[in-house]
């Protein structure tokens, strides 16, 4: 069974970009507070505040990054901003799902686990293509 562990920030995800690395560093914080509001037993009420939460931080964020990639003119942009949609959308099934549910904790796990699938990866190999256009050489 999937363990929701608590995320660290690592200098790896790092876009080369201090407020954009902020705001990933606040869904992180998120997540770890979904996290922990699973494995404690917080219940179902909180649960769904945290997704929501989440999802209007995650647009908000999209929306401030896809500005970043488009003002260091990132070949990336609009992938990553095709990726953004993708994510939405599917945030928005799992979080209806999970909704007209009840809520439970084994769909919370799962909308956890995909989530933290979905962030890092694209953090790492979406977001980490703005650091050469903003600094001109490869990410260290
Ligand atoms: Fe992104």
Redesign the pocket.
């Known amino acids: 069974m999937y363990t929701p562990k608590i995320l660290e920030w690592d200098e790896a995800l790092s876009t080369g970009d201090s407020s954009v690395d902020e705001q990933h560093k606040y869904l992180v914080e998120t997540l770890n507070s979904l996290g922990t509001a699973i494995l404690d037993g917080h219940g179902t009420e909180a649960i769904a505040r945290i997704l929501g939460r989440m999802r209007f931080y995650a647009g908000w964020h ?1 929306d401030r ?1 896809e500005e970043c990639f488009e003002k260091y003119q990132c070949p990336a942009a609009e992938m ?1 901003k095709n ?2 949609a993708a994510f939405v959308e599917k945030f928005d099934r799992y979080h209806k799902r999970f909704h007209d549910a009840g809520g439970s904790n084994d769909m919370a796990l799962k909308i956890h686990q995909e989530i933290t699938d979905w962030i890092v990866n ?1 953090i790492m190999r ?2 980490g293509e703005l650091y050469p256009c903003i600094h001109h050489r490869p990410k260290p």
């Open positions: 999209f990054e990553n990726a953004h694209h979406v977001d």
